[in-house]
């Protein structure tokens, strides 16, 4: 035969709903957040050059003299072949 619950337990019983019901939904907040992404490998860096150097002297020599080795190198305002002083015609 089933009970009847008295005033009080329906009480107690409605506050334990309503717990679950916040932490429910504080759950479902923190998993929506979703796990932060983990970088697999470290980040990549170019290389100096000069390091290849050291075991392919050749190709280290050759490779200075081509336009995709003359580019390879820190930028500086030394080297700047862009005027930024007089007022320069862009087109677009
Ligand atoms: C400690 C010495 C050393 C350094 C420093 C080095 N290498 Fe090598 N590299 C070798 C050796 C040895 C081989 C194999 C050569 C062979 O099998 O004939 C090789 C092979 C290569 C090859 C293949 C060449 C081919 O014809 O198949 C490339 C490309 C290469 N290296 C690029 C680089 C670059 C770029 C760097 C600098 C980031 C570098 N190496 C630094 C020793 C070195």
Redesign the pocket.
Known sequence: MRRQLNSNQRRAASVLLGLAGVCAAIMCILHGAGPVPVQAQPKAEY?D?S??A???QDIAATYRQSGMGRSFHRVDASDRTASFNTHNTLFS
């Open positions: 290389v050059p390091i290849c050291d075991c392919h």
